[in-house]
């Protein structure tokens, strides 16, 4: 069984502030993927990112940043002084390697951001 | 190029009804998937198809029905409707079916009254 977990149901903070959404997984696959996903007011799920299990190496993609630790079992999502188009709500998801393209979300981090 | 487009983008219908959702995957995209989102909660897998094969079912009463055609579009059916239907359907498309990215269209958002 897979299991993803994001204990923040909701966090604010005011622009230009840093925030870090967590995500915990459990599964017992060998090789996965996990995905973050940004779903703003109009529905769509807009991915973010992809990350290998067998790849431990953080990324940076401008303002955002990605910190896998498999000894955790945790890949959590930074913003860099977030702005008020970052108000979404954000999705960590994991897909088992043996799951088809199966996607187990998490429960999703309601991120608002004030002026 | 067009993104993945799902139709409609809303509907109402009353409990027992029946109700058929469509998606056109991105172009050269073969898989396409769908998940129902309740409000408040993170999306839910149903189905998966691969060249017009259902590869992936996810914990869902037979009511819910789902089929792909040559042109790799797909349509989601549900019958019997029940008011805990209500919820945006998600249609996501991928090349292949493995590791890669899927792609979400906008959804539709279905009302049961």
């Known amino acids: 069984a897979q299991k993803v977990t994001q204990a923040q149901t909701e966090i604010s903070v005011v622009e230009k502030e840093d925030v870090t959404l967590d995500c915990v997984y459990e599964t017992r696959d060998t090789t996965y993927y996990l995905f973050w996903y940004k779903q703003p007011p109009s529905g769509e799920l807009v991915f973010l990112i992809r990350?290998?299990?067998?790849?431990?190496q953080n990324e940076i993609s401008g303002r955002y940043s990605w910190n896998f630790q498999k000894s955790t079992s945790s890949f959590n999502f930074t913003i860099t002084a977030s702005q008020v188009v970052d108000s979404a709500v954000y999705f960590c998801?994991?897909?088992?390697?043996?799951?088809?393209?199966?996607?187990?979300f998490g429960g999703g981090t309601r991120l608002m951001v004030k002026p | 190029d067009a993104g993945v487009t799902q139709s409609p983008t809303h509907l109402i219908k009353t409990r027992g009804q029946q109700v058929t959702l469509r998606c056109s995957p991105i172009?050269?995209?073969?898989?396409v998937s769908w998940y129902q989102q309740v409000l408040g909660q993170g999306p839910q897998f149903i189905f998966q198809?691969?060249?017009?094969?259902?590869?992936g079912r996810g914990n869902f009463p037979d009511r819910f029905s789902a089929r792909q055609f040559p042109n790799y579009s797909s349509e989601l059916n549900v019958n019997a409707l029940l008011l805990g239907d209500s919820a945006l359907y998600l249609c996501?498309?991928?090349?292949?079916?493995?590791?890669?990215?899927?792609?979400f269209g906008d959804g539709t958002r279905l009302s049961i009254l």
């Open positions: 198809y691969y060249e017009k094969e259902e590869r």
């Open positions: 172009s050269g995209h073969k898989s």
């Open positions: 996501a498309s991928s090349f292949l079916t493995g590791p890669g990215a899927q792609h």
């Open positions: 998801a994991l897909r088992g390697n043996n799951a088809g393209n199966m996607l187990t």
């Open positions: 990350r290998n299990s067998f790849d431990e």
